[in-house]
């Protein structure tokens, strides 16, 4: 079974920059014939889940207009291992929320889900970011 961990949350100071990451494990397909489809949500206190960023098939990245221009989402896929990065910069207090990814391991080079849809099979336990004023 996919199990998915993020990892890199935090405290931080307005403006201050963190580095999520976000690592599929028990994943038993050909990752060679694989696409990692990728999705960062947040939730703070109180609210829905938010979609953030999501990373198609062809690596073309979008995102919320909350975020865009500050936030940026990657992904690597090196030998067997499948990671997944959000970088959030110049952080404010309204982007205090617990941080999850989300992910599909496709063999079609298809991604469906994305962070407007939030269609995931895979999700994590989040990671929570705390920024103060």
């Known amino acids: 079974e996919v199990r998915l961990v993020e990892s890199g949350g935090g405290s931080v100071q307005s403006g201050g920059s963190l580095r999520l990451s976000c690592a599929a494990s028990?994943?038993?397909?050909?990752?060679?014939?694989?696409?990692?489809?990728v999705g960062w949500f947040r939730q703070a206190p109180g609210k829905e889940r938010e979609g953030v960023a999501s990373?198609?098939?062809?690596?073309?990245?979008?995102?919320a207009d909350s975020v865009k221009g500050r936030f940026s989402i990657s992904r690597s896929q090196d030998n067997a291992v499948n990671t997944a990065y959000l970088m959030l910069n110049n952080l404010s207090p309204e982007d205090t929320a617990m941080y999850y990814c989300?992910?599909?391991?496709?063999?079609?080079?298809?991604?469906?889900?994305?962070?407007?849809?939030?269609?995931?099979?895979?999700w994590g336990q989040g990671t929570q970011v705390t920024v103060s004023s």
């Open positions: 989300a992910a599909d391991l496709r063999y079609d080079g298809f991604c469906p889900a994305t962070h407007t849809n939030m269609a995931y099979q895979y």
């Open positions: 028990g994943y038993t397909g050909d990752n060679t014939r694989t696409t990692y489809c």
């Open positions: 990373i198609g098939a062809d690596g073309r990245s979008t995102y």
